[in-house]
């Protein structure tokens, strides 16, 4: 019998192929008191297998191969970290000496303590850590009991030989797990655990493989061998799916395939309208090196490069003027010339930076978030704009500013770049021009735009915020998750006046969210009248696809009856579903 499991949608794609399980977050852990004698020898093991268990983390972490993504470094230098940090140690070495526990009991005993605190923790980036605690205890059972067998821990489970292709199952991966995985050439991952903001998720959607977590019981309910449809599109996954379920989704993959190499010309053709409005196509990035991965999709330049991930590294101290200028200008000069949008720093909310001492807010997200944030700190927020007005001497940089909805605010984010300006001119340091625009993502800002038209060069509709404090809707939040929609006829109305009054006095207008980069939102977009997108790099080629198709003209008219719709979704699936079919015969 069939099963469907619901879990997040992380990254898109279909997968179908038979399931290998990784028996991760499930190991027997044995229970016993051992004599006052063997406590030595008991505090032996443990120091072995942390050592053990570090020794691994370090080869990997050698290992990475060139190409991997950044982030992996980092994730394992966290992991490395608290398997040094003697918090976690002591407290075993504590109840194996005084309560007798054999290592196994005390570490596992330990382990639930840690994340007892962890729950309780009001900093949901510090909760989300939890899986990293987990994963680390657990590399050092596997060392405890392959020191038992006297073996080395199991290496991670090799596809079979089957005409399928392996789909990994597995309760928790930790991002070395997962590349260790990724060697073993998996079509796709399930994972019970996992939310979206996870380290696992981070690593999952750089690997372009479909993947779902926060499937809940997958590894109890699939078993080694079922057949498994992954639906990254939908966060679905199907055990076991009937002959005529399965052979659709094949044909699925087929054309994934397929659409995937026709993208792949569309790289250096324009994206240009049927009827000639040329469409500026740019790239949402985090990292430098993220850079040349645009470039490569063929973006004309970087429309959101958020500059949080600098912060956010809990190991680091905060980064001071020098740091940040290095990391700006490394993105800058990667760019040779094409237009970089770097946005000040959006820190607050599910972007707490771990130990920041922030105090815990009753409702983050309304609270002291974006430029509310740095205007607190001003002298903060003057070293980064001196660094960005720096980098600006090395190639054409926008400065960007998220949550803006005060028009005090305008005036004081006006007042501070003239100051970091006279500042650098008065140490004599180069520095360029900046234009300066500002994220339109609190409601407030889209209902009263003109305010922000005259006070920025240009703007940017940040979807991902402007939808959830319309619908006041937690953005990541799965239990309302359900009521976070995009075609709610007030986004719909809130989007297309902005769009509408900046295109009428031509003001510079971006969409930066996700659904920049969603073809089955571009025909609306377009419609409602903008021609600059910037969105995941991995989404460009298929969103120029969908413009190429486009002819605005009738778009604009048909977007016109979407938005007095009763029901806009209905309008706006029917449409999809009539140009895939026009697509089709016309192929
Ligand atoms: C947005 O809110 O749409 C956006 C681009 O910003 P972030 O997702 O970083 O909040
Ligand atoms: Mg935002």
């Not at 570090?54 to 992996?72: M, N, S």
């Not at 399965?246 to 026709?262: G, W």
């Not at 959830?468 to 995009?486: F, H, I, K, M, N």
Request: aromatic share 4%; hydrophobic share 45%.
């Amino acid at each position: 019998m069939s099963i469907l499991l619901q879990g997040l949608v992380v990254t898109r794609g279909t997968a179908v192929g038979r399931a290998v399980l990784f028996e991760s977050g499930r190991i027997p852990v044995t229970h016993a008191l051992i004599e006052a004698h063997q406590v030595e020898t008991e505090l032996a093991r443990l120091h072995a297998a942390r050592a053990a268990a570090v020794t691994e983390l370090e080869h990997l972490r050698a290992d990475i191969p060139a190409g991997a993504p950044v982030e992996l470094a980092a994730l394992l230098d966290v992991h490395l970290l608290l398997l040094q940090d003697d918090a976690m140690t002591d407290g075993v070495r504590r109840r194996i000496t005084e309560q007798h526990n054999n290592a196994e009991w005390a570490l596992v005993a330990e382990l639930e303590e840690f994340t007892r605190r962890f729950d309780q923790m009001q900093d949901s980036y510090l909760r989300e850590r939890k899986p990293d605690i987990e994963q680390v205890v657990e590399r050092v059972l596997q060392q405890l009991q392959a020191g038992r067998r006297g073996a080395a821990r199991s290496e991670a489970p090799a596809p079979q030989a089957d005409e399928w292709p392996a789909i990994l199952v597995a309760h928790d991966l930790s991002p070395a797990d997962l590349l260790q995985l990724a060697k073993n050439r998996f079509a796709g991952f399930v994972i019970d655990a996992g939310g979206q903001a996870s380290h696992t998720a981070i690593v999952a959607r750089s690997l372009d493989l479909p993947a779902v977590l926060g499937a809940r019981s997958a590894s109890r309910l699939v078993r080694a061998g079922d057949l498994l449809v992954i639906d990254g599109n939908a966060g679905g996954v199907i055990v076991d799916p009937p002959a005529a379920v399965l052979s659709d989704y094949v044909a699925r993959q087929r054309r994934e395939v397929q659409q995937r190499q026709v993208l792949a010309r569309l790289k250096k053709t324009p994206a240009v309208t049927l009827d000639g409005e040329a469409v500026e196509l740019l790239a949402n990035i985090e990292q430098p090196d993220d850079v040349a991965g645009a470039l490569e999709s063929g973006a004309a330049g970087i429309g959101l490069f958020r500059s949080e991930f600098l912060f956010m590294d809990a190991a680091a101290p905060e980064p001071d003027e020098e740091r940040q200028y290095a990391f700006y200008a490394r993105a800058v000069e990667a760019l040779h010339g094409l237009p970089m949008t770097i946005r000040t720093v959006d820190l607050g909310a599910d972007k707490t930076p771990a130990g920041s001492g922030v105090e815990p807010e009753s409702n983050p997200a309304l609270g002291v978030r974006g430029i509310r944030r740095s205007l607190l700190r001003p002298d903060v927020f003057l070293m980064q704009l001196r660094a960005l007005l720096r980098a600006a001497a090395l190639g054409p940089v926008r400065v960007l500013i998220p949550m803006v909805s005060h028009v005090q605010q305008i005036r004081q984010v006006r007042g501070l770049l003239a100051r970091a300006c006279g500042q650098l001119e008065a140490s004599g340091r180069a520095h360029g021009p900046v234009k300066l625009g500002a994220m339109i993502e609190v409601p407030a800002a889209a209902l009263a735009l003109p305010l922000f038209q005259r006070a920025f060069d240009f703007l940017s509709i940040g979807t991902n915020d402007l939808i959830q404090y319309t619908l006041a809707v937690d953005r990541s939040e799965e239990s309302v998750a359900g009521l976070y929609d995009p075609l709610h006829p007030a986004v719909l109305r809130l989007l297309a006046s902005t769009i509408g009054a900046c295109r009428q006095s031509k003001h510079e207008i971006t969409v930066c969210g996700e659904l920049a980069g969603d073809p089955d939102w571009t025909d609306l977009l377009l419609g409602m009248g903008l021609r600059s997108f910037s969105m995941n790099p991995a989404r460009l080629l298929a969103v120029k696809q969908k413009i190429r198709q486009a002819d605005c003209r009738q778009l604009e008219r048909w977007v016109q009856r979407v938005l007095e719709s009763d029901d806009p979704a209905a309008a706006v699936s029917a449409h999809l579903k009539h140009a895939s079919v026009a697509l089709r015969s016309a192929a």
